[in-house]
């Protein structure tokens, strides 16, 4: 193989190598994101949810469950605050 071919494949692996880091990373950012939302429904603040993911490595069961152990949820105020449970699930 000549230079300029062996340089082009280089190119190519790593152009395709920031491609698959580039798109691992916004899957990540989006199952974080997805994480704290579903702990805010919950009624605790987005930094505590944030918080409890780090402290459990990102598990979310676990994360509940410390939130619920170590932080109060947030307080609704105002009239239209009230706070509906539609279901829970018995482990």
């Keep these: 193989m000549n230079v300029s071919l062996l340089q082009f494949v280089k190119n190519i692996f ?3 190598t920031l491609f698959v880091v580039s798109a691992v990373s916004v899957l990540f950012l989006f199952c974080a994101a997805w994480q704290v ?3 805010e429904a919950l009624g605790f603040s987005k ?3 944030e918080n409890a993911l780090t402290v459990c490595h ?3 069961d ?3 469950t ?3 152990k170590n932080v109060k949820p947030i307080m609704a105020t105002g009239s239209h605050s009230r706070l509906y449970i539609s279901g829970f699930e018995v482990l």
């Design 14 to 16: 790593v152009s395709l």
């Design 37 to 39: 939302s579903k702990l």
């Design 47 to 49: 930094s505590d949810c």
């Design 58 to 60: 990102g598990q979310l």
């Design 62 to 64: 676990k994360a509940a």
């Design 66 to 68: 410390w939130l619920t």
